[in-house]
């Protein structure tokens, strides 16, 4: 065998090797010349070639994820085979055993990460290891109303980790960073409960109709949390239409449109222009020149005296009425 590798490697083409087949030293079958081909083509050609990548998997690796999926998360065998199917290649199943290692050195109540993976299995499993316990102490340190508070964890810490992190890619996709991402949501956890759709649109909105760069939602991070379409939407339209008659002295900024109130934004922009009422929606003026009434209309009058007209007569009679009594 080794006679010939050393004259494949002498002499070309192979085919011309074979004029009067010899047997090898342990064959009495002549060589197959397909065979001295594909030796040849092993020996001479660049490392792995002729051989198609497959993916390296790991029994061991993927036994131990079972076995992870199982205690930390409490699926089935059946669950987590259909699970593992789903990942990318050999590299995911370390950094997803590290992440479910991380999951269960957490202690979360039972059932929180099988209702995350059921939920948002994606958004979970592309987690870094380490970046689940960064978001649950984010969410621990948030600052917001106890009934805001409540709603976001209505379904568990780990879902709100998880919901949070889907704004934070958001944002990061749009140019801002990571920790600029999560200041703007602990400035205002609402963003939190509204889909991701919705806070798309909004800064998309922002970003394309309304002019502005999205680090302005640092400064002015109330912006996602109030809505669009009966807030923001209004005032833009007010806005570009006094832009264009010419009726705007300074720029407007980002805080006349989420930071002064319906009131001061009518009086400032839409009272002094008439035609913007329209365009702001609302009968503004009307509504702030009706008072209301402790009581239904026209019953004080049932409690004021009746008042008479009075002639001359009358006044010339009650003159000498007065005269008589002196």
Not at 24 to 47: F, K, M, V
Request: include cysteine.
């Amino acid at each position: 065998m080794a006679l010939a590798l050393r004259a494949l490697r002498r002499r070309h083409p192979l085919l011309g090797l074979l004029p009067h087949p010899t047997p090898l030293s342990t064959s009495a079958s002549p060589p197959d010349p397909r065979e001295l081909l594909r030796i040849d083509r092993i020996l001479n050609g660049p490392a792995g070639a002729g051989q198609p990548s497959q993916p390296q998997h790991h029994p061991r690796a993927a036994t131990s994820l079972h076995q992870l999926l199982h205690r930390g998360a409490g699926l089935t065998s059946a669950e987590s085979a259909s699970l593992l199917r789903r990942l990318p290649g050999s590299h995911a199943h370390h950094r997803l055993g590290r992440l479910l290692q991380e999951l269960a050195g957490l202690r979360l109540p039972g059932g929180e990460v099988r209702a995350a993976l059921q939920s948002d299995p994606e958004a979970l499993l592309s987690m870094d290891p380490g970046e689940p316990s960064r978001l649950l102490e984010f969410l621990r340190e948030l600052r917001c109303r106890e009934a805001v508070r409540s709603q976001i964890l209505a379904h568990g810490v780990l879902r709100a980790a998880v919901a949070a992190r889907r704004r934070v890619e958001l944002l990061r996709a749009r140019g801002l960073t990571r920790h600029d991402a999560l200041r703007v949501l602990a400035a205002e956890p609402r963003a939190m409960l509204y889909p991701p759709e919705d806070v798309e649109r909004k800064v998309e909105f922002l970003v394309s109709e309304m002019g502005f760069e999205v680090g302005w939602l640092v400064q002015y991070p109330e912006f996602l949390g109030v809505n669009l379409d009966r807030w923001i939407i209004p005032r833009h339209n007010v806005v570009d239409h006094l832009k264009s008659v010419g009726g705007l002295g300074d720029p407007v900024e980002m805080k006349h449109y989420v930071r002064l109130s319906r009131r001061k934004f009518y009086n400032m922009f839409v009272k002094p222009y008439p035609e913007c009422e329209r365009i702001f929606g609302g009968l503004v003026r009307e509504r702030a020149e009706m008072v209301r009434r402790r009581h239904p209309t026209g019953l004080w009058k049932l409690f004021k005296p009746s008042k008479h007209e009075r002639t001359e007569e009358d006044v010339h009679n009650m003159k000498l009425l007065v005269g008589s009594l002196k």
